[in-house]
């Protein structure tokens, strides 16, 4: 009998289960796979591609000198490679570890190859997917604050035995401060394209296929090791003072003291417990703020696991689901960049140019004005998923969805995360230069985060007025004539036509 391994490209860890569950590493076969079909699901960031085949090839050469019998193809789809190698190899068996993306387990279920596929249960998450489930069945709400608590007992982070270091779970009340004054926002770990960075990049600017954003300048690591130095960076320059300033948005300040580690972490580069770790260990030897660490640890022990958890959870109508019933398509500026509104352009140029932005950019600016404006949720996806360069389907699918547009109808989020212009004021710079007035509702000068805001509690109050945390901006709404309230109505409707 003869063992295969093929290692996905977010896959790329040594300790990953699929190679772990093999005796012998020594001239294992194991197998990457480029494949051209696969990237024009979506038009991809170009530099999405250049990180995950960059990563891909730097591993594949690990491995080779680690002695692995490494198979690299670059291939039109992935059927054809693998076959002509199980035959090469006399392979009987054909271990992956489970993908964390339906869609891509999908593919492997339906591969025709001539030899056993395995599927490893996926181990680049602290909780199993068996594990989450037991924990949500019975449950009526599943609650990420409930799951984020129960996460840190069961692995004992930022404990003192049976209770939360410093008396509550929670600091997130002290992690929102607006940008006041000059803030002195540290450095971002960048790094040069090496050769094989380079090779990938001219191969992506050679692409014939639909993509999104700039290839150059390409920043972003692409070996575990790489990924560990930002994470080193960001424990000893940002972590500190990561916690206040970590919902707010500066112009030209693209990374402020956020991680950065993100595209690592869904790479397999870094596995969560040693981030996790590495946070407690600076709390506990540098004294850093609890603030600030606990802020950072429920994210990716909190956030990041529940999203997953709950993604694997779900029926397959969840990608589906349109609770508002939302119908406007995506507007073309949001491939394009070329929009009036100046937060929304600053972050567009911003993605365009890195592929990234941080949380409350992303749910606060873009998902907000997607809700409010009513447009498509699928749409929406699609375009997080294809743009941002840590987008996978497991994660998009229950950010998107779920928290940014609620259309889940509140499975998942306790609110629909709608604002108006008052909120982005108040946490950016955006509003000092932007073309219309954030303190106007109506006419030419009224910023359509406004109209769009009132016009979406006016559409959809009787859904709104059965969530509880709704009752009181809903007030507000009661209070307005219906003069005004009927030019909300065609200003908003207005807008779509001529967009
Ligand atoms: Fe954005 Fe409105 Fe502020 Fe302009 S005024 S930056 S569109 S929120």
Same mark, same amino acid.
């Given at each position: 009998?003869?063992?295969? /391994?093929?290692?996905?490209?977010?896959?790329?860890?040594?300790?990953?289960?699929?190679?772990q569950s093999?005796?012998q590493?020594e001239?294992?076969?194991?197998?990457?796979?480029?494949s051209?079909?696969h990237?024009?699901?979506?038009?991809?960031?170009?530099?999405? !591609?250049? *990180?995950?085949?960059?990563a891909?090839r730097?591993?594949?050469? %690990?491995l080779?000198?680690?002695?692995?019998?490494?198979?690299y193809?670059?291939?039109?789809?992935?059927?054809t490679?693998?076959?002509?190698? /199980?035959q090469?190899?006399?392979?009987?068996e #054909?271990?992956v570890m489970t993908?964390s993306?339906?869609?891509?387990?999908?593919?492997?279920?339906n591969?025709?190859i001539?030899?056993?596929i395995?599927?490893?249960?996926?181990?680049h998450?602290?909780? +199993?997917?068996?594990?989450?489930n037991?924990?949500?069945k019975?449950?009526?709400?599943?609650l990420m604050e409930d799951f984020?608590?129960?996460?840190?007992?069961?692995?004992q982070?930022?404990?003192? &035995?049976d209770?939360?270091?410093?008396?509550?779970?929670?600091?997130?009340? %002290?992690?929102?401060?607006?940008?006041?004054?000059? !803030?002195?926002?540290?450095?971002?770990?960048?790094? %040069?394209?090496?050769?094989?960075t #380079?090779?990938?990049?001219a191969k /992506?600017?050679?692409l014939?296929?639909?993509?999104?954003?700039?290839?150059?300048?390409?920043?972003?690591?692409?070996?575990?090791?790489q990924a560990?130095q930002v *994470?080193d960076?960001?424990?000893?320059?940002?972590?500190?003072?990561f916690?206040?300033?970590?919902?707010?948005?500066?112009?030209?300040?693209e990374t402020?003291?956020?991680a950065?580690?993100?595209?690592?972490?869904?790479l397999?580069?870094?596995?969560?417990?040693?981030?996790?770790k590495?946070?407690? +260990?600076?709390?506990?030897?540098?004294? #850093?703020?609890l603030?600030?660490?606990?802020?950072?640890?429920?994210?990716v022990?909190?956030w990041?696991?529940?999203?997953r958890?709950v993604?694997?959870?779900?029926?397959? %109508?969840?990608?589906?689901?349109n609770?508002?019933?939302?119908t406007?398509p995506?507007?073309?500026?949001?491939? +394009?960049?070329?929009t009036?509104m100046?937060?929304?352009?600053?972050?567009f140029?911003?993605?365009?140019?890195?592929?990234?932005?941080?949380?409350?950019?992303?749910?606060?600016?873009?998902?907000?004005f997607?809700?409010i404006?009513?447009?498509?949720?699928?749409?929406?996806?699609?375009?997080?998923?294809?743009?941002?360069?840590?987008?996978y389907?497991?994660?998009m699918?229950?950010? /998107?969805?779920?928290?940014g547009?609620f259309?889940?109808?509140?499975?998942?989020?306790?609110k629909?995360y709608g604002?108006?212009?008052?909120y982005?004021?108040k946490?950016?710079d955006?509003?000092k230069?932007?073309?219309y007035s954030h303190k106007?509702?109506?006419?030419?000068?009224?910023?359509?985060?406004?109209?769009?805001?009132?016009n979406?509690?006016?559409?959809?109050?009787?859904?709104?007025?059965k969530q509880?945390?709704?009752?009181?901006?809903l007030?507000?709404?009661?209070?307005?004539s219906? &003069?005004?309230?009927q030019?909300?109505?065609?200003q908003?409707?207005?807008w779509?036509?001529n967009?």
């Open positions: 009998m003869t063992v295969g /391994v093929w290692i996905l490209g977010d896959q790329l860890w040594e300790q990953q289960a699929a190679l093999c005796d590493q001239n294992l076969p194991v197998i990457f796979i480029e051209i079909q990237i024009q699901t979506r038009p991809y960031h170009q530099q999405k !591609l250049v *990180l995950l085949w960059s891909m730097h591993f594949a050469e %690990e080779r000198q680690k002695k692995y019998a490494v198979s193809e670059i291939a039109e789809d992935f059927a490679p693998l076959q002509a190698w /199980v090469a190899n006399q392979i009987t #054909l271990r993908p993306d339906r869609p891509f387990l999908k593919i492997i279920q591969l025709q001539p030899c056993k395995s599927l490893i249960p996926n181990n998450f602290l909780w +199993t997917t068996e594990q989450f037991s924990w949500a019975n449950r009526q709400r599943l984020y608590r129960e996460g840190r007992r069961r692995w982070i930022l404990m003192a &035995e209770k939360p270091v410093g008396g509550q779970w929670n600091l997130d009340k %002290e992690n929102r401060q607006p940008p006041k004054g000059k !803030l002195h926002t540290p450095p971002t770990q960048w790094f %040069e394209p090496d050769k094989i #380079l090779d990938v990049i /992506v600017k050679s014939s296929v639909p993509t999104f954003g700039e290839v150059e300048p390409f920043r972003w690591g692409v070996t575990s090791q560990l *994470l960076w960001f424990i000893q320059y940002r972590l500190a003072d916690g206040p300033y970590q919902d707010a948005m500066i112009t030209g300040e402020m003291w956020h950065m580690i993100s595209p690592y972490l869904n397999g580069l870094l596995h969560p417990l040693e981030v996790i590495a946070a407690e +260990t600076a709390y506990q030897q540098q004294q #850093l703020p603030n600030s660490v606990e802020g950072f640890i429920r994210q022990l909190g990041r696991e529940y999203m958890g993604y694997h959870y779900v029926d397959a %109508e969840y990608p589906h689901k609770w508002f019933n939302h406007q995506l507007p073309e500026f949001f491939w +394009t960049g070329k009036k100046n937060c929304l352009q600053q972050i140029s911003q993605l365009q140019r890195t592929g990234y932005a941080h949380h409350i950019q992303r749910l606060m600016v873009l998902s907000n997607a809700l404006a009513g447009i498509s949720p699928q749409e929406v996806e699609n375009w997080f998923h294809a743009t941002f360069i840590d987008g389907d497991w994660v699918q229950t950010n /998107v969805i779920g928290m547009l259309a889940d109808g509140g499975m998942l989020a306790s629909p604002a108006s212009a008052n982005i004021n946490m950016s955006y509003c230069n932007c073309t106007e509702r109506i006419g030419n000068n009224a910023c359509p985060f406004n109209f769009f805001y009132w979406f509690l006016d559409r959809h109050r009787e859904k709104l007025q509880g945390r709704m009752s009181f901006i007030k507000n709404l009661d209070k307005m219906t &003069e005004e309230l030019s909300i109505r065609t908003a409707q207005d779509h036509d967009c």
